[in-house]
């Protein structure tokens, strides 16, 4: 098949988009290590008969300890 960027929506240069990847079957998942206040969030990519589609994306919240 045809090469396709797995891109995500609202991403800046800072925000270190494929600092981490990993993959499984059908399933990507892409990280962003310096999206959300430099804690990352993760992106996940289902790849389907019309190419690989954004399916989830997961945004670290450290939260109280």
């Known amino acids: ?3 396709q960027a797995l891109a995500a ?19 990507a998942v892409v990280g ?8 990352g969030n993760a992106y996940v990519f289902r790849k389907t008969d019309d190419g690989w589609k954004i399916a989830v994306i ?3 919240d450290p939260g109280p300890v």
């Open 1 to 3: 098949g045809v090469p």
């Open 9 to 27: 929506n609202g991403l800046a240069a800072g925000d270190m988009y494929g600092s981490s990847i990993a993959l499984d079957g059908n399933l």
């Open 32 to 39: 962003a290590a310096a999206k959300s206040a430099s804690a």
């Open 58 to 60: 997961t945004i670290h």
